[in-house]
């Protein structure tokens, strides 16, 4: 079977859920047995999102092979349970790098480098790239950013020209739009989308499938107008309303047969395969049952300094994940750590049935982690450190256990006395900004007996995706684990400590490496089911 292409764009507005639907379309033709791929193309001239502050893009999540990618990429994963790699991530600054690199070395003869072709050329290679690796029956490709962004237009030009190459029946363009509400005139209005459509016939692209986003229901009238206005078939016109979960969405779209019209389209029969996909639908069905049949609550608390729901978003998810298994619904309280003091920490925290004590970068915000780690330690309540957050349980018990008050990371405190967190040596003389992080997925030896290797089912090793750049200092570890914190976790190869946890508390771990890109849907991550399982009991 040749490869098939299905590019989805956007326009209106941003933040309307391409990455969803991507991410849908792409556990629909999955579970149909069809082998699959989703790919981000973002318009932005940084060379990955590595370096953006989480504000200004949310969470930057990382993939096995250690590429910063958008979090949309997170989402691909959760629904699909396919891990992506770099050839899933690039952006314009990735693109322009290698055309740069490339006119250096001379490759181009001495020619005028150019937007068209030779920029348009590499966006298209690099989209036909994951197809070049593996056999892939379908590549699904999402473009950031908004129809209309000058950004976009290479990428616009790229896609036009690839539709024409490979023909009808290879390539395909599904076009999210907006339908706003507009409550003084009880009305809801299709112009957006008519113009919106209009902008991309523009570009020479003409949409075979438009799915509207939407807060309300859109009837057949309005359906049949959208249809009529922008050369689309009416049965390919889906809406995307709001609902309670994202995870409901793939199921939304199932019933609205968006895959099937893709299939039909491309000249293939989704009756072929429709069996194949009710049979693997099925565990996402009990997925959604446990989770709409959780009643009861656990409240978690998220120490951290970015006050933005996308910052920690597949924290956000695995902690969902775990809850459902657990038949809780797990509601979480943002704590900005800047503000937790001493006098404040009891009133910010003892409501909460466990604390993750969340990653980052900088120092800003970590003192507050700190008297949480502290607050949590002392009075059993069960806390999960993650990176950072690992990394200030290990300052804290420093501090406090070893008797070291001016204990601290080198990161934070290039002075301290006391470097219990420190950069291996031959990572200090490196300046390009990212050069001296650990990316990407590294092993680790668990020991056995640990409550950690009891967590993952008492498998002696793990393979877990990092995104650090300090790490325990190993002078530490013997004085460390006679007053009570055990390093359970180590790296066989660089005999760096993974893991850190203290048997004699309820529940108390932290990780160096960041476990919640591996939760799935399907699949949660060991981690925090047991964490979420010893804030239930707690509770």
Known sequence: METHYIFITGGVTSSLGKGIISASLGKLLHARGYKITIQKFDPYINIDPGTLNPYEHGECYVTTDGQETDLDLGHYERFTGIETTSNNSVTTGRIYQSVIERERRGDYLGKTIQVVPH??????????????????????????????????????????????ELGSTRALSIHLTYVPYLAAAGELKTKPTQTSVKQLQGLGIQPEVLVLRTEHTLNDELRNKVAHFCNVDVEAVIQSQDLPSIYEVPINMQAQGLDAICLKKMGLNPEDTRSKQQEEMAPWHC?????????????????????LQDAY?????????????????VKTTFINSE?????????????????????GFGQRGIEGKIIAAAYTRTRNIPTFGICLGMQMMVIEFARNVL???????????????????????????????????????????????????????????IRERHRHRYEFNNRYMDECESKGMKCVGINPAANLVEIVEIPSHRWYIGTQFHPEYSSTVLHPHPLFMDFVKACIWKH
């Open 403 to 461: 008797g070291y008050a001016d204990a601290n990371s080198s990161e934070m405190d290039p002075r301290t006395m006391h470097n219990v967190i420190d950069m291996m040596e031959e990572q200090k003389n490196i300046t390009q900004m990212g050069g001296t992080m650990r990316l990407g997925a590294y092993d680790c030896a668990l020991v056995k007996n640990s409550r950690t290797w009891e967590a993952y089912g008492r498998t002696d090793h």
């Open 287 to 307: 997925f959604l049952q446990k989770r709409n049949n959780a009643t009861e609550i656990v409240h978690i608390g998220l120490v951290g300094k970015y006050d």
């Open 119 to 164: 920029i348009t050329d590499e966006i298209k290679r690099r989209i036909q790239l994951n197809a070049g690796k593996e056999s892939f029956d379908f590549v699904i490709t999402e473009i950031g950013g908004t129809i209309g962004d000058i950004e976009s237009q290479p990428f616009m030009e790229a896609i036009r020209q690839l539709r024409w």
């Open 313 to 329: 978003k597949s924290i956000l998810e695995s902690l969902a994940h775990a809850g459902t298994y657990n038949n809780r619904k």
């Open 339 to 359: 503000f937790i003091t001493h006098d404040n920490v009891e009133e910010k925290l003892s409501s909460m049935a466990g604390i993750v004590i969340c990653p």
